[in-house]
């Protein structure tokens, strides 16, 4: 009896209330499934066809124009033989007669009715809330209105610091107005973030201009004729050009509600997304299921999906409810949280605070399983964690190491770069759509996809709020191997600045920028003085753009390449003097003796790199002790070469095939002083039993009976990486310059702080390899300019013994008791 | 009593870093920012005794050196996401001169 074909020879009519994500996406479901089954009639009141109302945001920040946000342009619904009414608005239901009427007095009749009203935004039920200047942040008419007021200048404030919120907020500030955002809780975004991770958001947005009011309760808004101000419980006022409300959104329900179907705070609806009358179908920001509304794309196309299986008579699929993860789109901030994050008692956390890259993730587990997370500042491992969560794995394997992601190499880096590669096929790649990876890869293999737009067309991944452009970006390249060629995504070296570590060393050297402050000035740094993070990388890329002319700033180094010692944890130093190949004498072991007594040196102690390390000096004393001792600076303490490690070789030992150690001395002196981006570590062995360890070096080198095998990309330390063979070479000379070339292409190359393993990683061996061995002349190149580079540098520890550096050794003054 | 124990020229501090005063209430660090102004707080990081004269100073900023840690020089506070406080000491600049004031010093 409820066949809606089976008695009538017309086609079935099918009415849409609600021409939305929620409402459209069912209906491409639908035609996808029985093409042929209805006649559609869909009935929106907003003035325009389908959009994607998730990057308003982009829009409202000028990132985007409004033209592409389109999803489905009016071509669409022609060609499928809907009939559209933009701009109508619905306002009754007659379920006796089965029709529709709307506000202009039209009626349509249904045999089948879907419901996809969405929601509105909440308006705070305090005096002025119907004031000109109050707006809300909702669709594109409110885009269009905020936009508008933002010619105007002046201060906007935004009650409200959740997601939309934030979005908002970042928007107008974008446009140039002065914003504030006032939130009632004691951080921002409450409901994804604890209060550390609150607190590292607050901040990045204060970076960007975004003022905050933090536990302020809103009472009243000021205001004759248009708004003036806010004023809050505690009396407190702020004065506003434009106030938006974004406390939250609530379903749109009243016709439902009126033509007498259930509803609480949305309309009610079963596993197959029935309302009360199983005529009336209903999905999106309107409904509850199982107790549960939802504000996210994510959940809503699920409902779409199973709502069309059963409009298309199919009848197989249920909806159970989703688990949702959510991200913010504001440029440059990286967020990501899911389920339970917060914690507390009964569950494990697992947490990683890097303060000096914005970086926090916190896991959280119940019988070794996810149950939730946050991850800011470095979101890659967010799609993987998500799987985790969803399937309910169980993680003791490795637990420990769960805020690394699924692969994890080398000490420092994060290798990004490859997650989406590695990934299960079953994975979740966009978490909007709910595609996994496995049918990205096969529709990028099956039906040839060159580009993003393309996938995005055939698969809808990436294709809403683009947080996961990146990882589709990572599949296409692994998939097309060499064809695809994208510029890579980019991410802001720090909250100083929105541009990426390649951008702001093509403008050193293309504008010739030879010191830190003068990059800051020409690229705008939010802050003239910079921060932690960003001083020393500009510095070093100065450094490496213009060795000559380059301004080398003592105060964007750390301090222990300021001090040119390691401090330790007391403020004490430590020296380490250069002992080339790890090879002394008994008159230097006799001078560094004296030495170490003469100071009432605290500790005496072999390095890890075959050196001897005098600990617990104080600074006033480190010149005295550099010119008693007579000996170069070993730069243990730099992003630079540390050691190169020997073993015995053929002038002593009885396997030895090639005299590791006067390779080793010769190495070290030819290398020494060089910066890079971070530490490099060099090791030579006498045969292949390795007693120096080659094979976990930066840059390693193994003695063969027919000469040298060179090894790259080697790491010891927190994560332990076998390095790569290079390859294999006669002579020391032809070492020499696989070294410099090796090293220099990773100097120039490499991030800052990047080291050798995840950069050979990133960057490829295949690709080292063809610029380093493969073609001579660049081979030479990179060699000669390592060269100089290293001509133009000078031993710190004798600079400062003759009083030409000064590394402000004694304290500025004495002031006696 | 307190005394204001000249320090010196400005020059003698390095822009966007800092030195230290020994004194009988132990190190101060004197820190310099991009603007040419200077602040005086205590030299020991509220999270484990870094020397904060050794740290970057941006605007009203000082990162210890030791982990990172950001101190807010107006408000001797520890910023977000962590807490802690140092103590803060008056300081003058007058014709490039620096000077320090102190409690309980002779002058
Ligand atoms: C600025 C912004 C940013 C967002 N960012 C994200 C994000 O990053 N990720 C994410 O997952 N989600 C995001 N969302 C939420 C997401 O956009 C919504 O969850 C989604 O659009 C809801 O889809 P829907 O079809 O239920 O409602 P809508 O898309 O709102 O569609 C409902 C449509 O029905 C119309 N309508 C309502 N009643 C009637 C009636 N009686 N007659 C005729 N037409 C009617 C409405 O005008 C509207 O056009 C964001 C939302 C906003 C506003
Ligand atoms: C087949 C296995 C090996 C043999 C036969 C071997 C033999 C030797 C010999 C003969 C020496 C020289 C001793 C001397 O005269 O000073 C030596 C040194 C050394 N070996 Fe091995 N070795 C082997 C494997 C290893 C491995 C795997 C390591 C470490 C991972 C190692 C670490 C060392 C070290 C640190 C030294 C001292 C080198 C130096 O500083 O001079 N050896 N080994
Ligand atoms: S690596 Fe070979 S040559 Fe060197 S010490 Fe070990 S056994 Fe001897
Ligand atoms: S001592 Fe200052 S950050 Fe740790």
């Known amino acids: ?817 | 009593m307190m005394e204001w124990l000249a320090l010196g020229s400005i020059a003698e501090i390095p822009a966007l870093g800092g030195r230290y005063v020994d004194t009988p209430q132990g190190q101060i660090a004197i820190l310099r920012n991009e603007n040419d102004e200077v602040f005086a707080v205590s030299n020991r990081c509220p999270h484990r005794g870094g020397p904060l004269s050794e740290g970057f100073v941006s605007g009203k900023t000082v990162f210890c050196p030791l982990h990172n840690w950001q101190i807010d020089l107006e408000k001797g506070e520890a910023m977000a996401p962590d807490h802690g406080c140092v103590k803060s000491f008056p300081v003058r600049v007058e014709d490039q001169q620096v000077w320090l004031g102190l409690e309980g010093v002779a002058p």
């Open chain 1, 1 to 817: 009896m409820m066949n809606p074909v089976a008695v009538q020879h017309r086609k079935a009519r099918l009415v849409v209330v609600g021409n939305g994500m929620a409402g459209i996406r069912a209906v491409e479901e639908l035609l996808k499934m029985a093409p042929e089954l209805y006649e559609i009639t869909v009935f929106g009141d907003e003035p325009h066809p389908n959009y994607n109302r998730i990057l308003l945001t982009p829009v409202l920040a000028g990132e985007m124009a409004l033209e592409e946000t389109i999803l489905n342009p009016l071509d669409w619904y022609a060609e499928h033989g809907i009939t559209l009414h933009t701009g109508s608005r619905v306002t009754a239901i007659d379920r006796v007669k089965r029709q529709v009427l709307t506000e202009d007095g039209y009626s349509a009749p249904y045999d089948r009715l879907l419901l996809a009203t969405g929601a509105a935004a909440t308006i705070a039920p305090i005096p002025g809330n119907h004031l000109p200047g109050v707006l809300r942040y909702r669709d594109m008419s409110d885009v269009e209105q905020l936009t508008r007021s933002s010619e105007l200048g002046g201060e906007a404030v935004v009650i409200g610091g959740g997601l939309l919120g934030l979005e908002v907020a970042h928007g107008l500030r974008a446009r140039g107005m002065g914003v504030t955002v006032v939130h009632r809780r004691a951080w921002p975004l409450d409901k994804q973030l604890d209060a550390r991770g609150g607190a590292l958001l607050q901040k990045a947005m204060e970076d960007r201009g975004v003022r905050f009011l933090l536990g302020k309760e809103s009472a009243e808004i000021l205001g004759d004729t248009h708004v003036t101000g806010l004023r809050f419980a505690d009396d407190s006022e702020i004065s506003a050009d434009v106030l938006v409300m974004t406390i939250g959104i609530k379903p749109r329900i009243a016709i439902a509600q009126a033509a007498g179907l259930q509803c609480e705070t949305g309309i009610l609806v079963n596993d197959t997304l029935q309302t009360y009358d199983p005529r009336i179908y209903a999905v999106g920001e309107c409904v509850q299921h199982r107790g549960q509304t939802y504000g996210l794309v994510a959940p809503l196309f699920e409902q779409a999906k199973v709502a069309a299986n059963h409009l298309a008579e199919y009848g197989r699929m249920r909806y159970q409810g989703s688990v949702t993860s959510t991200k913010l789109k504001v440029t440059g901030i990286e967020l990501f949280s899911a389920g339970d994050f917060m914690g507390g008692e009964g569950y494990e956390e697992v947490t990683l605070l890097d303060g000096s890259q914005g970086i926090y993730k916190k896991v959280i587990l119940q019988d070794n399983k996810v149950v939730g997370g946050l991850l800011y500042g470095d979101t890659s491992i967010g799609p993987w964690l998500f799987q985790l969560m969803r399937d309910g794995t169980d993680v003791s394997a490795f637990r420990d190491n769960i805020v690394f992601g699924e692969t994890h190499l080398g000490d420092s880096g994060h290798a990004g770069e490859n997650q989406a590669s590695r990934l299960a096929d079953g994975a979740e790649i966009c978490g909007c759509n709910g595609v996994a990876k496995g049918s990205i890869v096969r529709a990028i293999r099956e039906q040839g996809l060159f580009t993003l737009e393309k996938v995005r067309k055939c698969t809808k991944a990436s294709a809403s709020c683009g947080s996961c452009t990146g990882l589709v970006e990572q599949l296409l390249a692994s998939t097309l191997g060499g064809f695809y060629d994208s510029s890579p995504q980019k991410k802001a070296l720090c909250g100083c600045t929105d541009f990426s570590h390649q951008e702001i060393r093509d403008a050193i050297i293309q504008q010739k920028l030879l010191s830190v402050r003068q990059t800051f000035a020409c690229l705008d740094w939010r802050h003239p003085g910079g921060c932690a993070t960003c001083r020393p990388a500009v510095n070093y890329y100065v450094r490496t753009a213009w060795p000559a002319e380059g301004l080398d700033d003592a105060q964007s180094r750390f301090i222990n390449e300021r001090a040119h010692a390691n401090i330790q944890k007391d403020g004490t130093y430590s020296v380490i003097p250069r002992i080339y190949g790890g090879v002394t004498s008994p008159a230097e072991l006799k001078r560094i003796a004296e030495v170490a007594e003469r100071h009432n040196v605290p500790m005496v102690k072999f390095t890890g790199g075959q050196r001897l390390d005098l600990l617990g000096v104080k600074k006033e004393d480190l010149p005295q002790i550099w010119a008693e001792l007579g000996m170069p600076s070993g730069h243990a303490y730099g992003k630079a070469l540390r050691t190169v490690k020997s073993c015995v070789g053929t002038e002593f030992c009885r396997f030895g095939v090639q005299d590791s150690t006067r390779l080793a001395i010769e190495l070290e002196r030819r290398l020494e002083r060089m910066w890079a981006p971070h530490k490099v570590k060099l090791a030579v062995s006498g045969c292949p039993r390795n007693c120096s360890e080659s094979t976990i070096k930066d840059f390693g080198i193994i003695g063969v009976d027919s000469g040298w095998e060179l090894y790259v990309g080697g790491n010891g330390g927190m994560k332990v990486r076998a390095a790569d063979l290079l390859c294999k070479v006669k002579t020391h000379e032809e070492v020499l310059e696989m070294a410099k070339a090796f090293l220099q292409m990773y100097r120039e190359d490499a991030q800052y702080l990047e080291r050798t393993a995840p950069w050979v990683e990133r960057v490829g061996l295949d690709h080292i390899q063809a610029v380093v061995v493969g073609d001579r002349e660049s081979r030479q190149q990179l060699a000669a300019r390592m060269d100089f580079a290293l001509s133009q540098e000078k031993d710190p520890w004798a600079e400062a013994v003759s009083g030409r550096l000064d590394i402000h050794a004694a304290p500025l003054r004495r002031v006696p008791a």
